[in-house]
């Protein structure tokens, strides 16, 4: 049963609606006078409706008591003789439900409270709805800052742990370059004790295939990323380390190094590097006989984004006549094809009697992980 209240300050006009506002139901709360008297039955009785008289006794007028009440959430209908437009343009502004003027008809009375009634129940529906959602707002970005709160935190342990792993690479690959270094030492401590020429050179080789790793795993732990290798520093080191251990006259051969500034993973280096130690050592070893003058050069190219080329070539003898370096029984060639194998390098070899030797190996950056594949 809806509540209304009645401030009207005509007793027999406000008599006459509560019997007509009771008959059709309605409950009515009180009849009151002034506004100030309305304020606080509104207060106590909490009607769903006020049918509010505009002139009325007291300090406050119906238009200032209806403002009021509708701050309250109680909505007005305003039941006045007052038909001058100042004061209907000052009740607007109190969005009234409704405007009746005296003397009204019964049936006016009861659609426009009816209406008023229906207008606010939705009103008060359509706010419950904007407070849930405003709950509902408030609880998701609760949510979402202690949400972010956690993936922070996570962030956070995973930045740590990686931390310690990168730091635990770096000092792997230290370790392994030291051990490498130790294996060196050994075989030149081993070098300096040997007589026959050619075993000194078998053992020289090791070394520098030796060397050859422990060079990737030192630009590995001075690198930033600790996993791909700056290849044109590597290559410039490594061609003029084994140029130097060679023993080979600059003044009459050159070395030449050209190449890209480009980065290669450890899986791929290691490979790469131990194929461009055979071919620069046996060009060094076999290509320039009686210190012939000549020049050996090393290109490396990135192609595309994916493929890189390492091209190995010399000016000098070229290769004894009738041999096949592919069906070659020594060790260098074996392992330079095995090593193109495991990186997925195409190899091609220009042999030309005596304009030198060249070795072209293409391959692509992503290569499969280390086997041991000899
Ligand atoms: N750049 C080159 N110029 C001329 N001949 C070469 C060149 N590279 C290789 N050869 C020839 O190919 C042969 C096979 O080379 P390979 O590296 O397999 O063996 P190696 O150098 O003789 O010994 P090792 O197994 O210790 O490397 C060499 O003995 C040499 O005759
Ligand atoms: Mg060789």
């Known amino acids: 049963m809806a509540k209304i209240l009645i401030v009207e300050d005509d007793p027999l006009i406000g008599r006459t609606l509560q019997i007509r506002l009771a008959r059709k139901g309605y409950e009515v709360v009180d009849c009151v006078s002034t506004g100030e008297e309305a304020l606080s039955q509104a207060e106590s009785k909490k009607p769903e409706l006020i049918l509010m008289d505009i002139g009325l006794k007291g300090a406050l007028d119906g238009i200032q008591t209806a403002h009021q009440l509708r701050e309250r959430g ?10 001058d437009s100042h004061i209907f343009g ?11 003027l005296k003397p009204y008809e019964e049936e006016e009375l009861y659609r426009t409270v009816e209406l008023a009634l229906y207008n606010h129940g939705v009103e008060v529906a ?19 800052v202690e949400r972010t ?15 310690e792993k990168e730091v635990l690479l770096m000092e792997l690959h230290h370790r392994v370059k030291n051990n490498l270094q130790v294996i060196c030492s050994l075989l030149r401590l081993q070098l300096g004790k040997l007589t026959d020429p050619n075993a000194a050179m078998v053992l020289k080789e090791s070394q520098n295939r030796i060397l050859s790793m422990a060079m990737v795993h030192q630009l590995l732990y001075q690198s930033q990323d600790m996993n791909h290798i700056n290849f044109k520093t590597y290559l410039e080191t490594l061609a003029s380390h084994i140029f130097q251990s060679s023993d080979r006259d600059p003044q009459a051969l050159s070395l030449v190094v050209e190449a890209d500034e480009g980065y290669i993973d450890l899986v791929t280096a290691v490979p790469c ?12 070893k076999h290509a320039f006989p009686q210190n012939r003058e000549g020049t050996l050069s090393v290109i490396f190219k990135l192609k595309d984004k994916n493929r890189v080329s390492l091209k190995v070539q ?26 193109c194998r495991q990186i997925d390098a195409v190899l091609d070899v220009k042999q030309a009697g005596e304009t030198g030797t060249s070795f072209t190996l293409t391959f ?11």
Request: glycine share 6%; aromatic share 6%; proline share 7%.
């Open 364 to 374: 692509p950056l992503t290569a499969q992980p280390i086997a041991s594949s000899f």
């Open 126 to 144: 359509l706010q419950k709805r904007e407070e849930l959602i405003e709950d509902l707002n408030r609880s998701l970005e609760n949510r979402v």
């Open 273 to 284: 590097g131990m194929i461009a130690t055979e071919l620069i050592s046996n060009a060094l």
């Open 90 to 100: 000052r009740a607007k502004r109190t969005r009234p439900l409704g405007y009746i």
């Open 149 to 163: 709160r956690q993936l922070e935190e996570a962030n956070q342990r995973i930045q740590g742990s990686l931390k």
């Open 314 to 339: 010399d000016d000098g003898i070229g290769f004894p006549p009738n041999m096949d370096w592919r069906k070659s029984p020594s060790l260098g060639f074996s392992i330079v094809s095995s090593l």
């Open 74 to 83: 109680i909505p007005s209908v305003y039941l006045t003789a007052n038909e």
